[in-house]
């Protein structure tokens, strides 16, 4: 089982919807996650982070952390057409240490 | 804040030159930086964790003589492809660990594309 899992996709949402995105982890001690957005031959920029279970918004992102459950999603509403990318979830094998990166989701948005 | 920068962006050579990329933390002291590589449609893939004033630590499988790492100063951390061939054409990219943000949080710089002829 690899330690952070993602739906490769891709995801194909219409403008305006949400896109749900989704990410499992292995490892219970993991407390912090990370979801970063990649464009197309670009580098991977951070969107937010979250380590309390429930729910996190920033703007448009709602990242939701179940550690019982251990999955952790994010949430993209009124999806824009410039929100098509690859969303990377990661996980730091320990505190303070380096980030395991899950495959990542295409997520399509089309107008 | 937390910005990092990588140069070159993009790095054409021949076979069998030594290739050096540099990766800068602008607006805060990074003690601890990261270099990935990431070939067309796969995950990153991390080489190995740079340490301000000590010896990188290599991922398993990565040839720690062939890229070589060196992080002098709390701004700075480069990596040498040396002797490159082709099949080490890939997009490198750096990141950096802001220790007084977050301490887990990585910030990414915007990568080097290396082709090698």
């Known amino acids: 089982q690899k330690e952070v899992e993602q739906n490769s996709g891709p995801l194909s949402v219409p403008e305006g919807a949400i896109a749900s995105l989704n990410c499992t982890y292995s490892?219970?001690?993991?407390?912090?996650f990370f979801w970063y957005r990649q464009y197309s031959g670009k580098s991977p920029e951070l969107i937010m982070f979250i380590y309390s279970n429930g729910d996190k918004e920033d703007g448009r992102f709602t990242a939701q952390l179940n550690k019982a459950s251990q999955y952790v999603s994010l949430l993209i509403r009124d999806s824009q057409p410039s929100d098509s990318a690859t969303y990377l979830c990661a996980a730091p094998k320990a505190a303070g240490n380096k980030l395991t990166f899950g495959g990542g989701t295409r997520v399509l948005v089309k107008p | 804040g937390a910005v990092v920068s990588q140069h070159p962006s993009w790095v054409i050579c021949k076979s069998g030159t030594s290739v050096k990329i540099e990766c800068r933390s602008l607006?805060?002291?990074?003690?601890?930086m990261f270099w990935y590589r990431q070939f067309p449609k796969q995950s990153l893939m991390l080489m190995a964790t740079?340490?301000?004033?000590?010896?990188?630590?290599?991922e398993q499988g990565v040839e720690k003589d062939k890229f070589l790492i060196n992080h002098a100063s709390l701004t700075l951390s480069t990596l040498t492809v040396t002797s490159a061939h082709p099949e080490d054409s890939s997009f490198y990219i750096c990141?950096?660990?802001?220790?007084?943000?977050?301490?887990?949080?990585?910030?990414f710089g915007p990568g080097t594309r290396l082709t090698v002829l």
């Open positions: 490892d219970r001690g993991s407390q912090s």
């Open positions: 607006d805060f002291q990074a003690t601890t």
């Open positions: 740079s340490n301000e004033g000590s010896k990188a630590t290599y």
């Open positions: 990141s950096a660990r802001d220790p007084a943000r977050f301490t887990d949080t990585q910030y």
